[in-house]
Protein backbone atom coordinates (compact mmCIF):
# COMPACT_ATOMS: atom_id res chain seq x y z
CA UNK A 1 0.00 0.00 0.00
CA UNK A 2 1.33 3.58 -0.51
CA UNK A 3 3.04 5.32 2.72
CA UNK A 4 4.38 8.18 2.96
CA UNK A 5 6.48 9.20 5.95
CA UNK A 6 7.77 12.41 7.06
CA UNK A 7 10.96 13.24 8.81
CA UNK A 8 13.23 15.92 10.09
CA UNK A 9 10.76 17.62 12.48
CA UNK A 10 12.04 18.60 16.84
CA UNK A 11 12.45 21.40 18.59
CA UNK A 12 14.99 24.17 16.83
CA UNK A 13 15.68 27.98 17.86
CA UNK A 14 14.26 30.76 15.83
CA UNK A 15 16.60 31.72 12.95
CA UNK A 16 17.36 27.71 12.40
CA UNK A 17 17.43 26.24 9.40
CA UNK A 18 15.29 22.79 8.80
CA UNK A 19 14.73 20.20 6.17
CA UNK A 20 12.29 18.20 6.46
CA UNK A 21 12.54 14.72 4.10
CA UNK A 22 9.52 12.54 3.08
CA UNK A 23 9.81 8.68 1.88
CA UNK A 24 7.43 7.69 -0.36
CA UNK A 25 6.75 3.90 -1.09
CA UNK A 26 3.96 1.62 -2.76
CA UNK A 27 3.17 4.10 -5.37
CA UNK A 28 5.21 5.34 -8.89
CA UNK A 29 6.77 8.15 -7.11
CA UNK A 30 7.76 10.19 -10.12
CA UNK A 31 4.10 10.09 -11.75
CA UNK A 32 2.64 12.21 -8.60
CA UNK A 33 2.42 15.72 -7.81
CA UNK A 34 3.99 16.17 -4.37
CA UNK A 35 2.98 19.08 -1.62
CA UNK A 36 3.80 20.00 1.95
CA UNK A 37 1.34 21.27 4.01
CA UNK A 38 1.06 21.92 7.68
CA UNK A 39 -1.46 22.37 10.75
CA UNK A 40 -0.79 24.53 13.92
CA UNK A 41 -2.36 24.08 16.98
CA UNK A 42 -6.48 25.55 16.59
CA UNK A 43 -5.65 26.58 13.24
CA UNK A 44 -7.14 24.48 9.32
CA UNK A 45 -4.52 23.04 7.38
CA UNK A 46 -2.36 25.02 5.20
CA UNK A 47 -0.74 24.59 1.93
CA UNK A 48 2.65 25.23 1.91
CA UNK A 49 4.20 24.27 -1.75
CA UNK A 50 4.12 21.94 -4.29
CA UNK A 51 6.44 20.64 -6.91
CA UNK A 52 5.28 18.88 -10.89
CA UNK A 53 5.84 14.78 -11.38
CA UNK A 54 7.70 15.47 -14.60
CA UNK A 55 9.71 18.60 -14.60
CA UNK A 56 10.29 19.71 -11.10
CA UNK A 57 8.16 22.91 -11.48
CA UNK A 58 7.24 24.62 -8.13
CA UNK A 59 4.32 26.28 -6.30
CA UNK A 60 4.19 28.02 -3.34
CA UNK A 61 1.87 29.87 -1.18
CA UNK A 62 2.58 33.66 -1.00
CA UNK A 63 3.84 33.85 2.53
CA UNK A 64 6.35 31.11 2.68
CA UNK A 65 7.77 32.09 -1.19
CA UNK A 66 11.10 33.43 -0.53
CA UNK A 67 11.83 31.14 2.22
CA UNK A 68 10.93 27.50 2.17
CA UNK A 69 12.29 25.25 -0.57
CA UNK A 70 10.50 22.04 -2.29
CA UNK A 71 12.02 20.01 -3.96
CA UNK A 72 11.87 16.55 -4.97
CA UNK A 73 14.40 13.26 -5.92
CA UNK A 74 13.00 10.58 -8.01
CA UNK A 75 15.17 8.30 -8.31
CA UNK A 76 15.20 7.66 -4.23
CA UNK A 77 11.07 8.39 -4.04
CA UNK A 78 11.64 11.67 -2.17
CA UNK A 79 10.49 14.46 -1.16
CA UNK A 80 11.99 17.69 0.48
CA UNK A 81 11.39 20.82 2.54
CA UNK A 82 13.67 23.49 3.36
CA UNK A 83 13.02 25.67 6.02
CA UNK A 84 14.99 29.28 6.58
CA UNK A 85 14.74 31.91 9.18
CA UNK A 86 12.51 29.96 11.20
CA UNK A 87 10.04 32.01 13.26
CA UNK A 88 7.82 30.29 16.77
CA UNK A 89 5.13 30.93 13.86
CA UNK A 90 6.18 27.95 11.91
CA UNK A 91 5.33 25.65 14.50
CA UNK A 92 3.06 23.22 13.56
CA UNK A 93 2.62 19.44 12.19
CA UNK A 94 3.70 19.17 8.86
CA UNK A 95 2.80 16.76 5.98
CA UNK A 96 3.19 15.79 3.35
CA UNK A 97 0.98 14.43 0.22
CA UNK A 98 0.51 13.20 -3.10
CA UNK A 99 -1.81 14.05 -5.97
CA UNK A 100 -2.18 11.86 -8.83
CA UNK A 101 -2.83 14.34 -10.95
CA UNK A 102 -0.93 16.40 -13.28
CA UNK A 103 -1.64 19.94 -12.26
CA UNK A 104 0.26 21.16 -9.19
CA UNK A 105 -2.48 22.22 -6.60
CA UNK A 106 -3.23 23.92 -3.41
CA UNK A 107 -6.15 22.04 -2.40
CA UNK A 108 -5.59 19.24 0.06
CA UNK A 109 -8.93 17.85 -0.72
CA UNK A 110 -6.96 16.91 -4.25
CA UNK A 111 -4.08 14.97 -2.49
CA UNK A 112 -5.22 10.96 -2.55
CA UNK A 113 -2.72 9.83 -0.22
CA UNK A 114 -0.82 11.97 3.26
CA UNK A 115 1.57 11.02 5.41
CA UNK A 116 1.18 11.25 9.57
CA UNK A 117 3.03 14.18 10.06
CA UNK A 118 6.53 15.44 11.68
CA UNK A 119 6.35 18.28 14.62
CA UNK A 120 8.00 21.03 14.06
CA UNK A 121 8.73 23.39 17.32
CA UNK A 122 10.44 26.45 17.08
CA UNK A 123 11.08 28.42 20.51
CA UNK A 124 12.26 32.15 20.42
Known amino acids: QVQLVESGGGFVQAGDSLRLSCAAS????????MGWFRQAPGKEREFLAA????????LYADPVKGRFTISRDNAKNALYLEIDSLTPEDTAVYYC?????????????????WGPGTQVTVSS
Open 97 to 113: AADVGVVKTRSAAEYEY
Open 26 to 33: GLTFWTYV
Open 51 to 58: VGWNDGST
